[in-house]
């Protein structure tokens, strides 16, 4: 796990959930799809009270994937997705 992952992961688990989707947004405009990342801001936009920002976040990567992969997203982002909503 690189540095960024352990960072992201000790904010979350501190509940810092500005850090979590700052350095979330660093690893994603790095790789773009890292579910991993984009999952942990997803909840950290949730767990703030920012729904429309976290649908607007899975909303986009939702286009990314479909435009530069022609895929959808995992079963298990979905599921995260969902259960946010």
């Known amino acids: 796990m690189d540095s960024a992952s352990?960072?992201?992961h000790h904010h979350a688990?501190?509940?810092n959930y500005e850090r979590v989707v700052s350095i979330g947004d660093?690893?994603?405009n790095v790789d773009p799809y890292n579910?991993?990342?984009l999952g942990m801001v997803l909840v950290a936009?949730?767990?703030m009270g920012?729904?429309?920002?976290a649908e607007h976040r899975y909303r986009?990567?939702?286009e990314l994937l479909e435009i530069e992969l022609s895929e959808p997203p995992s079963?298990?982002?979905e599921r995260l997705f969902e259960s946010l909503s």
Not at 50 to 53: E, L, P, R, Y
Request: net charge positive.
């Open 6 to 8: 352990k960072l992201i």
């Open 13 to 15: 688990t501190l509940g």
């Open 26 to 28: 660093k690893i994603l």
């Open 35 to 37: 579910e991993n990342a």
């Open 45 to 47: 936009h949730a767990e």
């Open 50 to 53: 920012n729904i429309g920002a």
């Open 60 to 62: 986009t990567y939702l």
């Open 75 to 77: 079963p298990k982002m």
